[in-house]
């Protein structure tokens, strides 16, 4: 599996009781009510060939971490990240009931990339904006450098398969995400349009909670208008 861009690993299985089939044919761009082929049959490519969005896969992604860490991952963005920002104690990371292993003689919860069928990161929106901020200050927090420089460059260079995506964030370097904001824009996002949006160009970092697709461009262009 190719951790540096699970979106495009055409990994095949069974995790936590979910298959990758339940994802796969997922098209994040259709509109509002537009039948939909996910979760249908598509022959697979080889790793690295074919871009698709799918929750399975990135909870492999989050598996394979936490046997590399040897730790729940929750531990390592509270220690690492969470608490060098000063955020505060009111997140949560979750998994799934039966998302649990042995790691060294303890059992431990493999946490959900993202809110699909439960689990997920549970977050305030200033403590989002805080890590938005940890990205707009390109991973530099109170003179210590808490994301590696490496890190950033491979976060911000586009997928071959998909020039809007990078190393899971997606990009704007083409204005294919957004038409208003900046080609150096970062954002984070899921579903029901939870977003953190970072724009070096205005020294902003911008939080939305349930925002509906149709108005997301509107958003961009009265937030940028302030600034023009």
């Known amino acids: 599996m190719e ?6 690993s055409e990994w095949e299985g069974e ?7 339940i994802d ?8 509002p009510n537009t039948p939909s082929k996910k979760g249908t049959h598509r022959d697979l490519k080889k790793p690295g060939e074919f871009w698709e969005y799918n929750d399975v896969r990135v909870n492999v992604l989050s598996y394979i971490l936490m046997k590399l860490f040897r730790k729940p ?24 009931k039966n998302s ?28 989002h904006a805080l890590v938005g901020l940890l990205m707009l200050r390109e991973g530099e927090w109170n ?18 398969k998909n020039p809007d995506y990078g190393f899971l964030w997606w990009l704007n370097q083409r204005k ?5 904001s900046s080609e150096n824009a ?9 977003l953190i949006w970072i724009e070096p160009e205005y020294d902003l970092v911008v939080v939305v909670r349930w925002l509906e697709k149709d108005s997301f461009e509107e958003l961009t262009n009265k937030v940028v208008s302030v600034f023009i």
Request: aromatic letters at 12%; a neutral charge; one cysteine or more.
């Open 186 to 194: 970062l954002f984070a996002f899921g579903v029901g349009r939870n």
């Open 24 to 31: 796969r044919n997922r098209d994040l761009n259709l509109p």
């Open 176 to 180: 294919g995400f957004s038409r208003y």
């Open 100 to 127: 649990y292993i042995e790691i060294d003689g303890q059992m431990l919860q493999s946490v959900s990339g993202g809110a699909h069928w439960g689990g997920g990161l549970f977050i305030s929106s200033l403590d």
């Open 73 to 96: 991952l929750p531990e390592i963005l509270k220690k690492e990240i969470m608490d060098p920002l000063g955020a505060s104690d009111t997140w949560r990371w979750e998994g799934y």
């Open 3 to 8: 951790t540096s861009s699970s979106p495009k």
């Open 143 to 160: 003179g210590q450098q808490i994301l590696s420089k490496t890190y950033l460059e491979m976060l911000k260079k586009p997928c071959e």
């Open 15 to 21: 995790l936590w009781g979910k298959k990758d089939l």
